[in-house]
C-alpha cells in the first residue's frame, strides 16, 4: 500500500454528474486528486478553485453511423491515448466516474494500465455507458437500488447519491438571505442546472394564481430564458442561478422540478415534496424513470411535460396549498429514497478497491 494514494476523477458536463463527485472527494482528505473534464463544460467554473483539471475533447454517439460518428471514434481513440498517459505520468492509482461520455475513455485507459475503476450511477436507468463499461469496472454503486436490475449483481453496491455537505445541515435554513415572511407558503421552482424554458413558462402563467392564495415563488429560471424578466410581482423572486439552493429546498413547502438525479436526491435529503416534470428529451427518458422512483412512495406528483396544462398545474398547485398534512407526509416519504451518508458510503467502497 501507497502512503498517498493519487486519484483521477472523470466527471464532466452538469451538476448531476460533477456535484456527487466534489461530494466524495470532500471525503477523501488523504487522497492526492486531479480531475478529468471536458473544455467549456461546468467542470471548467467548478473544479479549478480546489482540484487540477485535465481536459480532453471526446463526445457520444447520438446519431446513426456516418462520417461524424467516424469522426467520434477518431476522438474516443485520441482521448484513450491522452487518459493513458495522463494515468501514467501522473502516477494514478485508480480512477473513479460518475458515467457519461467521458466514462468511456477513463475506463478504457484505467483497464488498459490495470488500475482499479468505480463507477457510479445516479440514475434509475443506468446510461448506455454505464451499462456497457459496468462488467469493466471493478465496483458499480448505484444511487437508486431499482437501478441494480440492469447491472452486473456481482459489482453493483447501493450507495444512493452523495450531495454537498450543507444539504445535510439542517440549520442551515436561517442562512437564506431572501425576503420571504416566514408564515408565507414558499414554492421553489427550478430545472436544474441547464434549467428548463418550457416549465418556466408554465410557472409564470399559473402564478398569479398562487400569489392571491399567499404563496411566495422562487424561480431558478437558468441563463437561458429570454422571457425570465417578463413577470414582476412582489411575491415572485426571479433568479439565474441562486447558490445557497440546500437553505432554499429546506424552507420550501413545494418544489417544482424536472428530475434529473442529483436534483432529486437534494430534495429527498431536505425532505422536499414536490411536483416533477421530467425533461422529455433526456436519453431514453431516464428522467421518468427517476421520477417513478418518488411516486412509488407518494414522495411526488409526477406530470409529462406534453400532458400539463396551466388548468392541471395551477389547480394541483393550490390543492396541495391547501393540504399542508398531505405536503409533510411527501416530504417524509421523500427522505426513504436517499442516504443522507451516501458520500461516506461511496467513500468506504473506494478505499476498499483501491487499498486492496
Known amino acids: 500500500m501507497v502512503d498517498t494514494i493519487r486519484l483521477l476523477i472523470a466527471a464532466s458536463g452538469t451538476g ?10 470532500e471525503k477523501l ?34 446519431k446513426g453511423f ?13 482521448s484513450v491515448i491522452a487518459v493513458r498517459k495522463l494515468l501514467k505520468q501522473g502516477n494514478f492509482q485508480g480512477v473513479f466516474t460518475t458515467g457519461g461520455y467521458i ?35 471493478d ?4 444511487g437508486f437500488d431499482v437501478a441494480a436490475k440492469y447491472l452486473p449483481k456481482s459489482k453493483v453496491i447501493y450507495t444512493s447519491t452523495p450531495v454537498r455537505s450543507q444539504f445535510l445541515d439542517a440549520e442551515i435554513v436561517s442562512t437564506l438571505d ?3 415572511p416566514p408564515e408565507a407558503p414558499l414554492i421553489v421552482v427550478f430545472g436544474g442546472s441547464q434549467g428548463a424554458i418550457a416549465v418556466n413558462k408554465l410557472v409564470r402563467s399559473c402564478s398569479p394564481a398562487w400569489f392571491e392564495a399567499g404563496a411566495y415563488v422562487v424561480h431558478i429560471t437558468g441563463d437561458k430564458d429570454e422571457e425570465a424578466g417578463s413577470l414582476q410581482h412582489p411575491q415572485y423572486i426571479s433568479l439565474p442561478f441562486y447558490e445557497n439552493m440546500a437553505a432554499l429546498l429546506r424552507r420550501a413547502d413545494l418544489a417544482i422540478s424536472r428530475s434529473g438525479a442529483g436534483s432529486l436526491t437534494e430534495l429527498a435529503v431536505c425532505e422536499t415534496p414536490a411536483i416533477l416534470i421530467p425533461y422529455p428529451f433526456a436519453a431514453e427518458d431516464h428522467q421518468t424513470y427517476n421520477a417513478n422512483v418518488f411516486t412509488a412512495v407518494n414522495a411526488a406528483l409526477l406530470f409529462k411535460q406534453a400532458e400539463l396544462t396551466e388548468d392541471i398545474l395551477r389547480s394541483e398547485v393550490l390543492r396541495l396549498l391547501k ?3 398531505e405536503l409533510r407526509k411527501m416530504g417524509e416519504n421523500a427522505k426513504t429514497v436517499a442516504l443522507t451518508d451516501s458520500a461516506e458510503k461511496l467513500a ?5 478497491v483501491m487499498e486492496k
Open 16 to 25: 448531476g454528474h460533477l456535484f456527487p463527485a466534489i461530494a466524495l472527494a
Open 103 to 137: 466514462a468511456g475513455p477513463s475506463v478504457i485507459a484505467a483497464r488498459s494500465l490495470g488500475l482499479p475503476v468505480i463507477l457510479h450511477e445516479s440514475n434509475a436507468l443506468p446510461g448506455k455507458v454505464t451499462r456497457f463499461f459496468g462488467p469493466w469496472c
Open 66 to 78: 456516418g462520417i461524424s460518428s467516424l469522426l467520434t471514434l477518431g476522438k474516443l481513440v485520441g
Open 348 to 352: 468506504q467502497l473506494l478505499r476498499e
Open 178 to 180: 431572501l425576503s420571504i
Open 29 to 62: 482528505p488523504g487522497y492526492q486528486i486531479e480531475w478529468l473534464g471536458v473544455p467549456n463544460r461546468l467542470e471548467t467554473q467548478l473544479v479549478p478553485k480546489q482540484y487540477k483539471l485535465n481536459t480532453i475533447s471526446v463526445e457520444g454517439f447520438q
Open 323 to 325: 393540504s399542508p398534512d
Open 139 to 142: 465496483a458499480v454503486a448505484v
